[in-house]
Structures are given as structure tokens and as C-alpha cells.
């Protein structure tokens, strides 16, 4: 795929890193969701957002992104392929996975590319992030919100958030154009 394939791709508009205090965060976990939404919303400021609906981007830790061929993708359900992706993030990381597929036009066979994370990291993360002050509009996995910046110019802003390392958390703001 190249650029000329997309259109105008996204550009990274700015950036912005905020420190988070030993407790907030440990091993990609979050531990402090209230600190965690001060802190985010501290980068929100900084980048400028606000009053403009946006879609964020969510990574949490061990989070699992795939991209396979599929056999045969039944009507109503979900390949088998996919739901291995997802017995894998059950197994190796514990607790109840959630995750999305977005089917891709690859030509003559059937793709999908699949994230996949536990649900309470991520539930852990959109609480913050949904307190955080800025107007989301939607959110999604970061390996599917990487897709929509290249493929949906219609949002205005993509928000990709990072809070799974330790001692900050990053925030990367994409305009559509």
C-alpha cells in the first residue's frame, strides 16, 4: 500500500508526554485511574483539545495485533482464525479478552486484522481517558485506530494514547486534514 493508494495521509500535528508518579501505573497496569485521567488530561491541554470531538486510540499493555488469512468467514460469527487470536491473549495474559477485527479487501483471499487485549486494562484505560476532558468521539484499539487515521478521513482528529509504560504516558495527536 502507498500513499497514493490512501489519498493524503494523516500528519502528526503534536505530541505530548506527561510524567506519572510511581502508583499510577506499574507494569503497563493501571493502578490509579483518577491520577491517570489528570495526567492525560494534562497532555489534552497542552495539545490543545477540547471542545472538538475526537477519536482515541487506546494500547494497553499486551495488547496483541494480528493481521491473518482467513479460510471461510461465516455468516453472523467469527472466524476461527480470530477466535484463536483471542484464546491466546486468554491464555498468556489471564483474565477475559475483548477485542475487534476490521475485515480487509485483500484482494482474492479473506483477511482480517484482529486486536485483541484483556478487558480490564482497557476498561481501566477509557475510564481515565473518558475523564480526562476531552469530547470523545469514539475509541478504539491502537492497531484499528492506526487503520481509521489512514483510512477515514473524515474524523477530524485521531488521538493515539499510550499509557503502558512506566513513568509516562504519551499522547500523539493526528489530523485528518
Do not use: K
Not at 500528519?11 to 491517570?36: P, S, Y
Not at 492506526?146 to 485521531?158: C, E, F, I, S
Amino acid at each position: 500500500m502507498c500513499s497514493s493508494d490512501l489519498g493524503e495521509l494523516p500528519t502528526v500535528v503534536d505530541a505530548a508526554e506527561v510524567d506519572l508518579d510511581d502508583g499510577i501505573v506499574r507494569d503497563g497496569r493501571v493502578l490509579d485511574q483518577a491520577a491517570l485521567a489528570r495526567r492525560i488530561g494534562e497532555a489534552w491541554r497542552v495539545l490543545g483539545l477540547g471542545g472538538v470531538p475526537t477519536f482515541v486510540g487506546l494500547h494497553p499493555v499486551d495488547s496483541v495485533v494480528r493481521t491473518l488469512v482467513v479460510q471461510e468467514w461465516p455468516a453472523g460469527g467469527r472466524p476461527s482464525e480470530v477466535l484463536a487470536v483471542v484464546g491466546t491473549v486468554r491464555e498468556q495474559h489471564g483474565g477475559e479478552p475483548v477485542w475487534n477485527t476490521d475485515r480487509l479487501d485483500a484482494g482474492d483471499v479473506e483477511a482480517a486484522r484482529v486486536v485483541a487485549c484483556r478487558r480490564e486494562d482497557l476498561s481501566n484505560a477509557l475510564w481515565a481517558a473518558r475523564r480526562s476532558g476531552v469530547w470523545i468521539a469514539g475509541v478504539e484499539l491502537t492497531g484499528l485506530a492506526l487503520v481509521r487515521a489512514l483510512t477515514r478521513p473524515t474524523d477530524p482528529y485521531v488521538v493515539l494514547l499510550d499509557a503502558s509504560g512506566p513513568g509516562a504516558a504519551t499522547v500523539v495527536l493526528l489530523d485528518q486534514g
